[in-house]
């Protein structure tokens, strides 16, 4: 690893200082913030201010799932000792999400009504026997989870060679046959899913991580009935609420090391943070961006394959939805195989408005592969819901917003060849000083509960190897 860069002694006096230093407020971030301040860790969590100010609609996941199956969501909320009224916010919901092509809408959600709402929108030819793999999807989700909240996920580089996440399992891992066997509409509507749900930059998904995905909605999703704080919301306050603090950060900063400890020094303040441990939270794709190209050290480097999921923010009369929308929807566009102009997956997410009375915030993502693609994205992004709500008009309103340069979630990228769950990544990026780096490529494939994952089992090793 590339050194980190020293600081004056004047500055050094002047430096604040905490067990650890979070660069980075996106969900693995602020999960990891929040096991290490209930162990008893001060933790200083930085963020960019770009993020700080988005609406609170743009930084939550396009689902959450593991709350009805007792998953992985379900685990964090209760060790991380969330309020029961807070919890009690968050309502488990039979629909999850609405998946769109312009042949079909299916309604993706309990496991019972799948055979016959496929069916009935003619997905699935004479020899798929459709109740058979719904049983068989359902049966490989249960048992992935199960394998994941037993996964191991991390280790500090103390350990020789890479493991699989989890042994002695009596199911044998990886994507039932026949799941794997799917051709023409039927395949296009689970590829579209797993293109949603994971965030992998262009790999495939791995079978375990297919098993999982591919069922996951059969569980229906999760929402809050009211307005924020949502997810995001109550992981800050809880991070708050155990003494732990944020700051922001507007433009030039860099990775420093002063007295043996990791920290960042502000440029345009010269402010100094030191922790004695940094878990890198943020995306190399972004940092790379953000920093000095001849001061970052090597674990920030040649990110894999990286590419953005672009967000875009708009706001709609509520009486313009047409009935029947779902509150999540996955849209396939106009071609429902490959990644074509026309035929990028876009999701899109309907919040209540808390601000304007009968208006919705809705949210609509879709990858970008270069920052040339980003206005081109932006565009398709804008088509494709005026495609979805044909008579809002002048109603449909896109909100300006300042987009992160680093600090987001959207930023993806792909694993190295062999890594990637349900491998063991090593998050020990650097012995002295000690710096961990909480690669969201290695739990890529698992999405949302991967990042979940790795906040939690980052967390706890980090806190451990403090104690």
């Not at 793999?133 to 996964?151: P, S």
């Not at 307005?227 to 944020?246: K, V």
């Not at 792909?414 to 961990?436: I, L, Q």
Request: aromatic residues 6%; charged residues 25%.
């Amino acid at each position: 690893m590339a050194k980190l860069g020293r600081v004056s002694d004047a500055a050094r006096l002047r430096a604040r200082r905490w067990d650890v230093i979070v660069l980075g407020s996106g969900l693995s971030g602020l999960v990891a913030a929040a096991r290490l301040s209930a162990a008893n860790h001060s933790v200083l969590v930085v963020e960019e201010d770009a993020a700080r100010a988005q609406h609170p609609a743009l930084r939550e996941p396009f689902l959450l799932s593991g709350l009805r199956d007792e998953g992985v969501l379900y685990h964090i909320l209760r060790n991380l000792n969330i309020p029961l009224i807070d919890r009690r916010r968050l309502q488990a919901e039979r629909l999850a999400y609405q998946v769109v092509s312009p042949k079909w809408r299916v309604d993706v959600g309990a496991a019972k009504h799948m055979p016959a709402e496929l069916e009935a929108w003619g997905l699935g030819g004479d020899e798929d026997d459709l109740p058979a793999l719904i049983r068989i999807l359902t049966e490989a989700t249960d048992a992935e989870r199960n394998a994941m909240l037993e996964a191991e996920v991390v280790r500090s580089g103390r350990r020789i060679g890479l493991r699989r996440g989890l042994g002695g399992s009596a199911y044998l891992r990886g994507l039932p046959v026949e799941a794997a066997r799917l051709e023409g509409e039927l395949k296009s509507f689970f590829d579209g899913q797993l293109s949603a749900l994971s965030n992998l930059a262009s790999s495939e998904v791995t079978g375990e991580a297919r098993s999982r995905l591919m069922g996951l909605a059969l569980h229906g999703g999760a929402g809050f009935g009211d307005g924020p704080p949502w997810l995001m919301g109550l992981l800050r306050r809880r991070i708050e609420a155990l003494h732990g603090e944020f700051r922001t950060v507007a433009g030039d900063f860099a990775l420093v090391s002063a007295d043996g400890q990791p920290g960042i020094r502000v440029t345009e303040s010269d402010e100094l943070w030191l922790g004695r441990v940094m878990a890198v939270a943020a995306s190399p794709a972004g940092l790379t961006q953000a920093l000095d190209p001849e001061s970052l050290p090597n674990f920030l480097s040649k990110p894999r394959n990286p590419c953005r999921r672009i967000a875009v923010h708009f706001r709609v009369d509520q009486d313009a939805l047409p009935r029947g929308m779902g509150a999540r929807l996955i849209s396939l566009g106009e071609e429902t195989s490959g990644e074509t102009a026309s035929g990028r997956v876009a999701t899109l997410t309907a919040h209540a408005c808390t601000e304007e009375s009968g208006q919705v915030d809705l949210v609509a993502r879709m990858r970008a592969r270069t920052t040339d693609e980003f206005e081109s994205v932006e565009t398709e992004l804008e088509a494709r819901i005026r495609s979805l709500i044909p008579f809002s008009g002048e109603r449909l309103k896109r909100l300006k917003q300042r987009r992160p340069l680093w600090d987001d979630d959207g930023w993806l990228e792909d694993p190295k060849p062999g890594a990637g769950w349900p491998v063991v990544m090593d998050v020990r990026a650097s012995g002295r000083p000690p710096v961990y780096r909480l690669n969201r490529s290695g739990v890529a494939s698992l999405g949302f509960e991967g990042d979940l994952l790795l906040g939690w089992r980052a967390g706890d090793l980090i806190s451990q190897e403090l104690d």
